[in-house]
């Protein structure tokens, strides 16, 4: 379900597109694919993460695709609740699908503003910074600039034997909360990246579990920078 500012695409999905007040306004270059938490059916848990990542794109002049996960397939598999393929299992049933729906919908959206884009950054929250770190890791979205994982990400020794395989590594930043039950996580993934000499920026915040707009803020600057600097 989308926040009622945002456009609601094919396959439930939510679309944002910044408005052109003349023909000869230029259209959006970046689009943000963001990838939400775990999120109860029929709930609006969701708007929240949306509204910030808009206002991001709002700031920016960025275009923003917020697919929807698969029910049944995050923790516990509960049946009600959307979330995204973390485990290799669930990547090998619907991980092609999911890709491809989502090049679908951008091709939707390049149609509707005119224009293609020219940069893709894919950020992630929680549950969605999960599958966003391994997409990275992975190198499996060879049209990625850019990778942004917030209070989520997953790092350690079978994150490593697959980033230590993938030849295409674009900048990824980590923003998490020092209060986030979860935040040695993404300390672990941080140090994941350095051991592999993989460029990244890290920004903790004395918050819990939530993506806040200075974490977004320097996200877009770090990976919109044309020579990223290391840690």
């Avoid at 929240?48 to 996960?69: C, D, I, K, S």
């Avoid at 910074?129 to 020794?157: Q, V």
Wanted: include cysteine.
């Amino acid at each position: 379900m989308c926040a009622p500012e945002l456009d609601e695409l094919a396959g439930s999905a939510c679309g944002y597109l910044p408005e052109r007040p003349s023909a000869k306004a230029r259209p959006a270059r970046t689009l943000i694919l963001f990838l939400h938490s775990l999120v109860p059916a029929d709930s609006t848990w969701q708007w929240e993460q949306q509204r910030a990542v808009l206002r991001m794109a709002e700031a920016n002049g960025f275009a923003a695709l917020m697919p929807r996960g698969r029910r049944g397939i995050g923790p516990g598999r509960l049946p009600d609740t959307w979330a995204w393929p973390t485990s290799a299992s669930a990547q090998n049933a619907l991980e092609d699908e999911l890709i491809a729906e989502w090049a679908s919908l951008r091709v939707t959206l390049e149609r509707k503003q005119g224009a293609r884009f020219e940069r893709l950054y894919v950020f992630g929250f929680s549950n969605g910074a999960y599958y966003t770190s391994s997409l990275a890791l992975r190198g499996r979205l060879d049209e990625a600039d850019g990778y942004a994982a917030f209070s989520g990400g997953a790092g350690g020794k079978y994150a490593s034997v697959l980033g230590s395989r993938t030849s295409r590594r674009v900048p990824i930043f980590i923003g998490y909360g020092t209060r986030d039950p979860a935040h040695n996580d993404m300390r672990t993934l941080a140090k994941t990246l350095s051991l592999l000499g993989w460029r990244h920026l890290v920004k903790a915040e004395d918050v819990g579990h939530t993506v806040t707009d200075t974490q977004l803020r320097f996200a877009v600057a770090y990976l919109s920078s044309p020579h990223p600097p290391q840690p």
